[in-house]
T-cell receptor, first 114, second 111 residues
Framework: GAGVSQSPSNKVTEKGKDVELRCDPI?????LYWYRQSLGQGLEFLIY????????KSGLPSDRFSAERTGGSVSTLTIQRTQQEDSAVYLC????????????FGPGTRLTVT | GEDVEQSLFLSVREGDSSVINCTYT??????LYWYKQEPGAGLQLLTY?????DMKQDQRLTVLLNKKDKHLSLRIADTQTGDSAIYFC???????????FGRGTSLIVHP
């Protein structure tokens, strides 16, 4: 079956522009996570959605970052007024439920801010 | 706060065993995971172990957990060039749905 998909795979943008990154989780997965992976760093948690519950936004680094999940499926991560330090790979993962023992990751979106 | 530490690089010869080590600080960790990331791809769950287990074996993979020392290891037997990747250790604590990841160990397998 289809795995987690993300688009675009690569995005180059100018400093100050807004970007939208999309994640399509595996059908039926109620939990969805966004992470950021910078060069040489581990995974930085950004935001977590579980079903219809209020998302856990505790990892968002600034108010320029926001995310939504429509209909409990597709999610969009928006970065406003991008900065060079936002350059990273943004990974999305989904899982069947709030148990975290098995997350399925998408291939990521590589964002480069020039 | 929680912290997960891994060495950054490991180089082995094809056919040898690889041992990737990880230490964590959260004593309430319930699950511990190993993920593999190949170039240009997302992370793939390799295996996980519950905190009440000491060892788990799955084909060429052996996970050892020393809960007293908060030390986790992943052993890959008969390492192949296709095993070259970055391996991430992660821990999840009971009541938290957000795992903490280490920085990853880059495994390089020489022919």
């Amino acid at each position: 079956g289809a795995g987690v998909s993300q688009s675009p795979s690569n995005k180059v943008t100018e400093k100050g522009k807004d970007v939208e990154l999309r994640c399509d989780p595996i059908s039926g997965h109620t939990a969805l996570y966004w992470y950021r992976q910078s060069l040489g760093q581990g995974l930085e948690f950004l935001i977590y959605f579980q079903g219809n519950s209020a998302p856990d936004k505790s990892g968002l680094p600034s108010d320029r970052f926001s995310a939504e999940r429509t209909g409990g499926s597709v999610s969009t991560l928006t970065i406003q007024r991008t900065q060079q330090e936002d350059s990273a790979v943004y990974l999305c993962a989904s899982s069947l439920g709030p148990e975290i023992y098995e997350q399925y990751f998408g291939p990521g979106t590589r964002l480069t801010v020039t | 706060g929680e912290d997960v530490e891994q060495s950054l690089f490991l180089s082995v010869r094809e056919g040898d065993s690889s041992v990737i080590n990880c230490t964590y600080t959260d004593s309430s960790s319930t699950y511990l995971y190993w993920y593999k990331q190949e170039p240009g791809a997302g992370l793939q769950l390799l295996t996980y172990i519950f905190s009440n287990m000491d060892m788990k074996q799955d084909q060429r993979l052996t996970v050892l957990l020393n809960k007293k020392d908060k030390h986790l290891s992943l052993r890959i037997a008969d390492t192949q060039t296709g095993d070259s990747a970055i391996y991430f250790c992660a821990e999840g604590a009971g009541g938290s749905y957000i795992p903490t990841f280490g920085r990853g160990t880059s495994l390089i397998v020489h022919p």
